[in-house]
T-cell receptor, first 112, second 112 residues
Framework: SQQGEEDPQALSIQEGENATMNCSYKTSINNLQWYRQNSGRGLVHLILIRSNEREKHSGRLRVTLDTSKKSSSLLITASRAADTASYFCATVRGDSSYKLIFGSGTRLLVRP | NAGVTQTPKFRVLKTGQSMTLLCAQDMNHEYMYWYRQDPGMGLRLIHYSVGEGTTAKGEVPDGYNVSRLKKQNFLLGLESAAPSQTSVYFC???????????FGAGTRLSVL
């Protein structure tokens, strides 16, 4: 069964706008990761946030983690057409240090 | 810097045929994984390996076998292909620390 569930399933925005995607999970985690998948390609790691961290930044990406609500959000600021992709959250459970459990993803379309 | 390489990229099989998917990584990673991705879904773990000579079942192992005879290679076998195994297969690897996974480009398999 999938640990993470992303919301929304699909998102369409104009270039320059911000995009926010949310992820909820069910069990305690060691860390949570976000990956991007361009159409027809493999997944690419974006950012990792550990269970004792609340916020992390990487370039135009901002990730927050709320372990009390078992949720995370990914914010992409000043979006570009090249950000068009599917975004997946993946969790590493506290009892398994190496297995990732993926959500079903958010499909982001950034219109030029 | 190749990273994770999967062969073949595409394959069409008839029901009952067998085949082997090859994954090779050049990052000296201990952990390797095989996932399948079906339309509108996230990745589901088929089998994984925590080191040379070891394998373990993931979430959806039925109908698949794996081998890790060399640290850099992880093979996924289908002994008797079924239409339900039509999917895109991804291989990934990770190191002991951090468990960020690096993915191959995928193998698109159709079973007729």
């Amino acid at each position: 069964s999938q640990q993470g569930e992303e919301d929304p399933q699909a998102l369409s925005i104009q270039e320059g706008e911000n995009a926010t995607m949310n992820c909820s999970y069910k069990t305690s985690i060691n860390n949570l990761q976000w990956y991007r998948q361009n159409s027809g390609r493999g997944l690419v790691h974006l950012i990792l946030i550990r269970s004792n961290e609340r916020e992390k930044h990487s370039g135009r990406l901002r990730v927050t983690l709320d372990t009390s609500k078992k949720s995370s959000s990914l914010l992409i600021t000043a979006s570009r057409a090249a950000d068009t992709a599917s975004y997946f959250c993946a969790t590493v459970r506290g009892d398994s240090s190496y297995k990732l459990i993926f959500g079903s993803g958010t499909r982001l379309l950034v219109r030029p | 810097n190749a990273g994770v390489t999967q062969t073949p990229k595409f394959r069409v099989l008839k029901t009952g045929q067998s085949m082997t998917l090859l994954c090779a990584q050049d990052m000296n990673h201990e952990y390797m994984y095989w996932y399948r991705q079906d339309p509108g879904m996230g990745l589901r773990l088929i089998h994984y390996s925590v080191g040379e000579g070891t394998t373990a079942k993931g979430e959806v192992p039925d109908g698949y076998n794996v081998s890790r005879l060399k640290k850099q290679n992880f093979l996924l076998g289908l002994e008797s292909a079924a239409p339900s195994q039509t999917s895109v297969y991804f291989c990934a690897s990770s190191s002991l620390e951090g468990n960020i996974q690096y993915f191959g480009a995928g193998t698109r398999l159709s079973v007729l």
